[in-house]
Each structure stands twice: as C-alpha cells, then as structure tokens.
C-alpha cells in the first residue's frame, strides 16, 4: 500500500526557514512523479511544486519561485521541499502527493492518486 507520510512543519517567524520531508514506504518512490501541495483555512488547496522521478525537471508556482526548493532522494526514498524567506501568507497545512508517470517530467495540477496527512506551517511573529 502506498504510503506518504510528511514531517518539519512548525512555527516560524517571517523571513525563517523550514525542511518539509515527505517520506515514501510500501513503493519505490523514483517511479513517482512528486507534488507538493498547501491548503490555508478557508482557501482553496494549490499546487506549491512537483518534481519528476529522477529529479531532473522541478516547478513551482509563482508565488514561491526564488524561495522553495523541490529535491529528492530516490534511495532514501523521501522528497524534500525547502522553504526559505518565509511568510505569513505561506501559513498552511502542506501536503505532498504521488502520481505514476513513464515520462520523467512534471505537471503542476492535475489528478494525484496518493497523498500524505500533511504538516502544518505556520508563519507567525
């Protein structure tokens, strides 16, 4: 059963920085095209950043560009998202999800079958 389980959310002043992790069990993560994803209270959940399998081809939304960083290590079998020059409108539960794709490539958006708990951020002072 695919398993996605994150971790590093907390409380952080504006202008911090987090490490999400988002740690795979039950498949192999490097066949797994990866999205992050983050939900505030009352809004819509976006899309934040996706990663393809080999982690060659990374986006982001433009609201983060400049500040997250996508990575992955397929042997640890976990994806990494870096959050840097935190704000207060990144207050958010953050999720990862998976999705199967032969290409190595990424799409933001679109259908994401397996999904983490998530980890709650928030930016506060």
């Known amino acids: 059963q695919l398993q996605l389980v994150e971790s590093g959310g907390g409380l952080v002043q504006p202008g911090g920085s987090l490490r999400l992790s988002c740690a795979a069990s039950?498949?192999?993560?490097?066949?797994?095209?990866i999205g992050w994803f983050r939900q505030a209270p009352g809004k819509e959940r976006e899309g934040v950043s996706c990663?393809?399998?080999?982690?060659?081809?990374?986006n982001y939304v433009d609201s983060v560009k400049g500040r997250f960083t996508i990575t992955r290590d397929n042997a640890k079998n976990t994806v990494y998202l870096q959050v840097n020059s935190l704000k207060p409108e990144d207050t958010a539960v953050y999720y990862c999800?998976?999705?199967?794709?032969?290409?190595?490539?990424?799409?933001?958006?679109?259908?994401?079958?397996?999904w983490g708990q998530g980890t709650q951020v928030t930016v506060s002072s």
């Open positions: 039950g498949f192999s993560l490097g066949y797994y095209e």
């Open positions: 999800a998976a999705r199967y794709r032969s290409q190595d490539m990424c799409v933001m958006g679109g259908f994401f079958g397996s």
């Open positions: 990663i393809s399998r080999s982690g060659g081809s990374t």
